[in-house]
């Protein structure tokens, strides 16, 4: 009995992250699979093109949110352009200008 505790502890210590890491892992292969039900690919693809792709995308998203709030507490400035995207910079460089 003593060594099936002694298993559990020695296979859960110092892991928890990885298993945390793989479900992540599992949720981003699922969700790229979801919206490109036909994809396929290597071990090397699915790092590059999918999970690359899908944390791309998020971190798109968190940035907009990010500079949104940094928008509104005045620490940034969104400078808009005719032909390309906006360009962001801190407040305090017009005030060095």
Known sequence: MW???CLKLAVNT?????????????DEILA?????????????G???????????????????SALQLLIQRGQVIERTRADAPPLYFAA?????R
């Open 3 to 5: 060594h099936v505790v």
């Open 14 to 26: 110092g892991h928890e992250s990885d298993t945390a890491d793989s479900g992540a892992i599992v």
């Open 32 to 44: 790229y699979l979801k919206a490109h039900p036909q994809a396929a690919d290597t071990r090397e």
């Open 46 to 64: 699915i790092v590059q093109w999918w999970l690359i792709h899908s944390r791309y995308l998020r971190g798109l998203a968190q940035v907009d």
């Open 92 to 96: 305090d460089q017009i005030r060095d």
